[in-house]
């Protein structure tokens, strides 16, 4: 901070002279740049190349356990859009699964830690704990929640059937096996599991709000619901941006939830995109069709997240 | 090039890529490249190999240490390094080690795994191997070697058997009435117990729709009824059979009858019988050494003939030999000693809850004296059936369990779900030919 204002001093008194500021900008470049050379090798080598590489790979039929790997041009892609191919029908439900999901969890990812940021942004009693309760089951592996919910969730043996049973209700739920329920129970979990997250950035995102607005707000006559419409939500609007878009994606890339629950089942029903392109990539060394897979997946994500930019700008500047 | 040095250097060079490239084509073409040699009781100069193995869990990673160890006590001039790891890790690995030449010199596989590793060239046949260490398909269970074969050569040697069987609670069957020593063994006594149990207010047969349960009790009656999963070339999936969809309609009519619950989720069936819910499981032998079970008064007997012949689903392992890139072949010759001294002292792989391949050890009197709960197991052996040999087949398998996980919860009729897996078998099988070959 002291550094950065420093920064400013010098480029408005140096604003006479070119010579000096350029060569003070060039070494400030130069750390910059070498600060951030780390970052960007292991970008290029784990990000960039692979997915040059991969869309290469694409054009091809590249079973990696075998040498002849002939070039198709684009056939993964076609076959991706015609109907009678080996992989069209499988993909389109995999995406359904995932489109499904992401519509179901996310507004509940949104809604829900914004409501306890709010409880917990008020000085209650205790409030550090509930944050810790709230944020607790995010620590836990994907494996971790999974078997465990597995275990309470179980149709016949599950602890949550018993329980409906013993409250008179109906207490043969196939929640991790039959859709919607398996829906549902995917749902709620991943909900419970991650809420945590989003609830603490956007309890930071709360603090960072100018008390001072509530209060000019309430001289000006506002309730608490105009308050929260009027101050809150445009306060929150950049740090809602980035939850928006951390949450619609990795939404969107959910694979260990159903894999470990449900596999995949009803049939397939439950397969997401990425458990299907793992699959076919990893376990049948479908390669070429996989990451062909991908790059469709890609671009709807990417298309999403333009259109979430633009719909969350702020228009008021 | 006027430099009369420069010129013998480029001389040389261009006759040293030579004599490597002929170096390679005669490896490759040559017998001792592509099989391992065949020697019972290697006589090498020392050599270190390395051994993968899946064995993570269990009884395994105590007693393959002991054996490993045993081995180089006995074994002077070899020295066996063993490394387990996931079986998926392996599957991951292996692949792109043995290309780099720095796969392992011997690892044990599965029955399905064999033909896939052997199409893409990454393992040594054993014919001469097998000759050396003087087996015989007879030394085996009917069919084994056969599951190690692939395109008229023999890539896997046997190394353990695992039936399915069918388990029993006995304080089940005594709730309700019935005597836990006559157990049922056909279509009607089966179904006489199942009422029994109804009667007595007990689901008698959890029915699942996943692998491990439902996937291979399907596949046994769909053997019982006298079908087959796959064509004789398997070009064509033909579990959709008359046989298939009588195998699966029984499996639906569990439900249907009120003998299952609906919606039995993976491994429901075997906690329902360890909690005492209910009293049969079609399951592996390798819930034998399940710690849960033990707890209850459990039995396990020969899975009852519900079809029209006897038949049941059992996996195998193989001992493979990676045809590591610039092999050393003593080390495979060394590895070839190893298997057949591991399999001669297989006996107290009992003990993980597998069936020891080699016939020798497990008709010794010994194996039932220190493990009689294997003894309905043994007994299946004669009419088990293993997994289809084919390069890639695990895709097409994984098409019948997406079929009887439809039909059993309900989402199709039996027919149409193993109609439509099949479809899809077929086009992967199609799809695998035109990959592998063979």
Known sequence: MADSSTALVNRTRSRGGTRPRAAAAGRRSVTAYLFLAPFLIIFAVFVLFPAVYGAWISLHVWNPLIDNRPFVGLQNFIDLFTPDSLTFEDFWESMRATGIFVVGSVPLLLAIPLLVATLLNRKIKGGTVFRAVFFAPYVLGVAVISVLWRYLLDPQLGAVNAVLGLLGLPSDTPWTVDVPWAWISLIGITVWWTLGLNTVILLAGLKGINPDLYEAASLDGAGGWQKFTHVTLPGLRPVMTFVVTITLLSSANMFGQSYLITQGAPGTQTRTAIMYIADQGLGQNQMGAATAMSYVLFAILAAVSVLNFRLQRDNTK | ?438
């Not at chain 2, 006298?226 to 398997?234: A, R, Y």
Request: proline residues 5%; charged residues 20%; hydrophobic residues 40%.
């Open chain 2, 1 to 438: 090039m006027k430099n009369p040095t420069l010129r013998a250097l480029a001389a040389v060079a261009i006759l040293g890529l030579g004599a490597s490239l002929a170096a390679c084509s005669s490896g490759s073409s040559g017998d001792a490249a592509d099989s391992v040699r065949g020697e019972s009781d290697y006589s090498g100069p020392e050599v270190d190999i390395t051994f993968w193995n899946g064995w993570t869990g269990g009884a395994a990673p105590k007693l393959v240490p002991k054996l490993v160890a045993e081995f180089n006590d006995s074994h002077p001039n070899i020295t066996v390094k063993s490394n387990a790891m996931e079986w998926a890790d392996i599957s991951q690995k292996m692949p792109l080690a043995i290309k780099a030449g720095k796969g392992p010199d011997v690892a044990v596989g599965h029955g399905d795994d064999v033909a896939t590793y052997a199409a893409q060239g990454l393992l040594l046949k054993t014919d001469d191997v097998v000759d050396a260490l003087g087996y015989a398909a007879t030394d085996f269970p009917d069919g084994l070697m056969e599951a190690g074969q692939f395109d008229g050569s023999q890539y896997g040697v046997p190394w353990s058997v695992t039936p399915l069987g069918l388990y029993i609670n006995k304080d089940v069957l005594r709730t309700a009435g019935l005597d836990p020593e006559t157990a049922p063994t056909d279509q009607k006594s089966y179904l006489a117990a199942l009422d029994a149990l109804k009667a007595a207010g007990i689901q008698g047969e959890w029915a699942d729709g996943y692998v491990f349960t439902g996937t291979f009790e399907f596949q046994s009656l769909l053997w019982q009824f006298g079908g087959d999963l796959f064509n004789d070339d398997v070009t064509e999936a033909t579990f959709n059979s008359e046989a298939g969809v009588e195998a699966l309609t029984w499996m639906t009519d569990l439900i249907e009858n009120g003998y299952s619950p609906a919606n039995v989720a993976q491994d429901g069936n075997i906690n329902a019988l360890i909690g005492g819910q209910t009293a049969f499981n079609w399951n592996g032998v390798w819930q034998t050494t399940n710690e849960a079970l033990q707890s209850t008064d459990w039995t396990a007997i020969p899975v009852p003939q519900i079809g029209t012949e006897k038949a049941v689903w059992s996996s195998s392992t193989h001992w493979m030999f990676p045809a590591n890139k610039n092999g050393d072949p003593d080390k495979s010759a060394a590895a070839a000693t190893f298997v057949k001294w591991m399999n001669d002292n297989s006996a107290d792989w009992a003990s993980t809850g597998e069936l020891p391949a080699q016939n020798s050890v497990r008709e010794d009197p010994a194996l039932l004296a220190n493990y009689p709960a294997l003894a309905p197991f043994l007994e299946q052996l004669e009419y088990a059936h293993y997994e289809t040999v084919s390069p890639g087949i695990t895709s097409a398998m994984a098409a019948v369990t997406t079929g009887v996980n439809e039909a059993m919860l309900g989402k199709k009729s039996p027919k149409d779900a193993l109609d439509d897996a099949a479809k899809k078998a077929t086009a992967l099988l199609k799809q695998n030919k035109a990959q592998y070959g063979g």
